[in-house]
């Protein structure tokens, strides 16, 4: 069964810092995997989506990579702002199950001004 | 595109009741999905429909729990006999085959 974990459970840093969410999962057979990012009580905005024979996606100041016979991903914020503020989410498509998506826990991210 | 839109945004009920939500997806998107999400926890899958045929229910999908995607195009979800562990979020989400998913922005039930 495909686990998904995401460390840390929660971090904030003052506006401007570069930082990185990590994601993990536990069967490299993967189809994609894709971020994803939730304000509170709100439904989820699709961020990256990389597909498994790729390595990284960019979009503006999100980069995310992917080690895939690691089980990894990164998540990557550059010039952290007060409005990246939310909870990120990771999750994976398994191949063999290629609509369903494995969600890990998620990421509180708090960017103090 | 408009994105993908739920009906209701929130729902309060009494245990026992049933109710209804729906979900239009983005237009020309074959894929349909709903996921449910408690507090804390990532969305965990519910249903998967492809055009009006739903293939895949999750266990966490009981008999009281209902889907249907009628001529492929809105889904509804009813949940009959609710009980205070059905409170939740429900998300509804659409794709491309191959492609990213894209969800709505949730109904949020509480059964009192």
């Known amino acids: 069964k495909q686990e998904v974990t995401q460390i840390p459970a929660a971090l904030s840093v003052p506006e401007g810092e570069n930082l990185v969410l990590n994601c993990s999962f536990t069967d490299s057979a993967i189809y994609n995997l894709q971020w994803f990012r939730q304000d509170p009580g709100k439904g989820l905005t699709s961020l990256l989506l990389?597909?498994?024979?790729?390595r990284e996606q960019t979009s503006g100041r999100l980069n995310a990579s992917l080690d895939k016979s690691s089980g990894r991903s990164t998540l990557y914020i550059a010039a952290s702002q007060p409005g990246d503020s939310a909870t990120y989410l990771c999750a994976v498509r398994i191949e063999g199950s290629n609509y369903k998506l494995t969600f890990g826990k998620g990421t509180l991210l708090t960017v103090n001004p | 595109d408009t994105g993908v839109s739920q009906d209701p945004r929130h729902k309060i009920t009494k245990r026992g009741q049933n109710v209804t939500f729906r979900c239009d997806p983005i237009?020309?998107?074959?894929?349909l999905y709903w996921y449910r999400q408690t507090l804390g926890q990532g969305p965990e899958f519910l249903t998967y429909f492809q055009n009006e045929a739903q293939l895949e229910k999750s266990r966490l999908l009981s008999d009281r729990f209902s889907a249907e995607r009628p001529k492929g195009s809105f889904s509804t979800l009813e949940i009959q006999r609710t009980e205070q562990g059905d409170s939740a979020m429900y998300l509804c989400a659409s794709s491309r085959p191959d492609s990213m998913a894209f969800f709505g922005q949730g109904t949020r039930l509480t059964v009192v």
């Open positions: 237009s020309e998107h074959n894929r």
């Open positions: 990389i597909q498994s024979s790729q």
